[in-house]
């Protein structure tokens, strides 16, 4: 049973165009994070929800809209790709956003923009 | 600001050859300092959370240490199956779970 699982795990796409990625979880977790791992493995959170609600926005181009429908899910979409935007995008969960609650770790999504 | 620095940037070890990963971090209010072992192609893989300073985990071969400044990471008589990278994050202060990650410690080790 896959607890945090992402969908596609591999998207290729060209400058331009607009692509979403989606991210389920099956833990029962209130908060839902997105990272980017760049191509020298730096992870870096982008946005995180608890509960539906944003509580994380960190510096990241206004392209990037995160949506959260319920709990179990949280969904990222770009506008308008661009080269830089190439990345591995890791969802995760936890139980919540309190002191030292696990984060769980999705399998990623690998983005590359032509 | 918070900062993770996690050194060396790349390990080769013998099998059997025990060493040390460290994590030294700087952060307004530690809540929690965690350990993540990831696989090429694959997401991070929790292994530890430690929360105050003299705390100490284990598991198998892996043992995690902490103090106001860094954490260590003692892999014992390690195996070629714990060639992976290793992932050192800290949660600081506030109620939103964010973590600020290291770059990692990508270990290698040769049967």
């Known amino acids: 049973d896959t607890a945090v699982s992402q969908t596609p795990k591999y998207l290729v796409t060209q400058m331009g165009n607009d692509k979403s990625i989606k991210c389920e979880q099956n833990?029962?977790?209130?908060?839902m994070y997105w990272y980017k791992q760049d191509s020298k493995k730096f992870l870096k959170i982008m946005f995180s929800?608890?509960?539906?609600?944003?509580?994380i926005n960190e510096t990241v181009p206004n392209r990037f809209s995160p949506k959260s429908p319920d709990k179990a899910h949280l969904n990222l979409h770009i506008n308008s790709l661009e080269l830089g935007d190439s990345a591995v995008y890791f969802c995760?969960?936890?139980?919540?956003?309190?002191?030292?609650?696990?984060?769980?770790f999705g399998p990623g999504t690998r983005l590359l923009v032509l | 600001e918070d900062q993770v620095t996690q050194s060396p940037e790349a390990l080769r070890l013998q099998e059997g050859e025990s060493s040390s990963l460290n994590c030294s971090y700087t952060?307004?209010?530690?809540?929690?300092l965690f350990w993540y072992r990831q696989d090429p192609g694959k997401g991070p893989e929790f292994l530890f959370t430690?929360?105050?300073a003299g705390e100490e985990k284990e598991k198998e071969r892996l043992k995690a240490t902490l103090t106001k400044k860094e954490s260590f990471l003692h892999i014992t008589a390690p195996k070629p199956e714990d060639s992976a990278t290793y992932l050192c994050?800290?949660?600081?202060?506030?109620?939103?779970?964010?973590?600020?990650f290291g770059q990692g410690t990508t270990l290698q080790v040769k049967p």
């Open positions: 995760a969960s936890s139980q919540g956003p309190k002191r030292g609650e696990t984060q769980y």
């Open positions: 430690l929360y105050s």
């Open positions: 929800y608890n509960n539906k609600e944003l509580i």
């Open positions: 952060v307004s209010g530690l809540r929690g």
């Open positions: 833990l029962g977790h209130d908060t």
């Open positions: 994050a800290v949660q600081g202060s506030g109620n939103t779970g964010k973590l600020i």
